[in-house]
C-alpha cells in the first residue's frame, strides 16, 4: 500500500551534484527515519544518510561532508543533495522510511552514474 517513488538519478561528471527526491504515498502513517543507502556493482549495500522526524540526521563515512539530507514532514519526502561526486558514488540508490511503529518501506532504486 505504501509505496516510495525515487527520482533524480542519472549521469554526472565527477565534480558534478545531483539531487535524489523519494516521495512516500498510499495511507496514513506516521514516518519516523527516512534514509538513503545505495550499491555499487559488486558491493554490498550500505548506508548514506538517514534523518529523523526531528530533523537529526547521520551519514556514512563516505558521504560525510559532500552529501546533505533533508525532508519536507508535509510532503513526506526525503532528499539527498550529493555534491563534489566520484567516480565511486556510481551505484543504485534506495531510499528506505521507517514507519511507525515497526514497518520499513523500500524504493524500487535510482541509478547514479559518476563517468567523465
Known amino acids: 500500500q505504501v509505496q516510495l517513488v525515487e527520482s533524480g538519478g542519472g549521469l554526472v561528471q565527477p565534480g558534478g551534484s545531483l539531487r535524489l527526491s523519494c516521495a512516500a504515498s498510499?495511507?496514513?502513517?506516521?514516518?519516523?527515519?527516512m534514509g538513503w543507502y545505495r550499491q555499487a556493482a559488486g558491493k554490498e549495500r550500505e548506508l548514506v544518510a538517514q534523518i529523523t522526524s526531528g530533523g537529526m540526521s547521520n551519514y556514512g563515512d563516505s558521504a560525510k561532508g559532500r552529501f546533505t539530507i533533508s525532508r519536507d514532514n508535509a510532503k513526506n519526502t526525503v532528499y539527498l543533495q550529493m555534491d563534489r561526486l566520484k567516480p565511486e558514488d556510481t551505484a543504485v540508490y534506495y531510499c528506505?522510511?521507517?514507519?511507525?511503529?515497526?514497518?520499513?518501506?523500500w524504493g524500487q532504486g535510482t541509478l547514479v552514474t559518476v563517468s567523465s
Open positions: 498510499g495511507g496514513i502513517f506516521s514516518i519516523t527515519t
Open positions: 528506505r522510511i521507517n514507519i511507525w511503529p515497526s514497518v520499513e518501506v
